[in-house]
Nanobody, 116 residues
Framework: QLQASGGGLVQAGGSLRLSCAAS????????MGWFRQAPGKEREFVATITWSGGSTAYADSVKGRFTISRDNAKNTVDLQMNTLKPEDTAVYYC???????????WGQGTQVTVSS
């Protein structure tokens, strides 16, 4: 089970921190990530972090503004979002991949709304 939290309403230029906790079923995590889906648009990649080495990847649209981090002991992954823009408004989903072949488990999503 993946539980995401931390969404909300913020003005443009503000910050939010999302957190996602993996609990319950035991599985081996290879990578955790954040994706988002805005109204009328397809879900898109935001950021990922590998569980072992901590390698990160970011969408071009969030580079320099968002930072992904993980806590291996707690099985959590956070997304620090700074300098938020109205176009960041979306439902944000966390996901877990147990292999290199993609993401196997998805959280329920948390709404982020950035007002102009």
């Amino acid at each position: 089970q993946l539980q995401a939290s931390g969404g909300g309403l913020v003005q443009a230029g503000g910050s939010l921190r999302l957190s996602c906790a993996a609990s319950g079923r035991t599985f081996s995590i290879y990578v955790m990530g954040w994706f988002r889906q805005a109204p009328g648009k397809e879900r898109e990649f935001v950021a990922t972090i590998t569980w072992s080495g901590g390698s990160t990847a970011y969408a071009d649209s969030v580079k320099g503004r968002f930072t992904i981090s993980r806590d291996n002991a707690k099985n959590t992954v956070d997304l620090q979002m700074n300098t938020l823009k109205p176009e960041d408004t979306a439902v944000y989903y966390c996901a877990v991949g147990t292999t290199t072949r993609g993401f196997d488990y998805w959280g329920q999503g948390t709404q982020v709304t950035v007002s102009s």
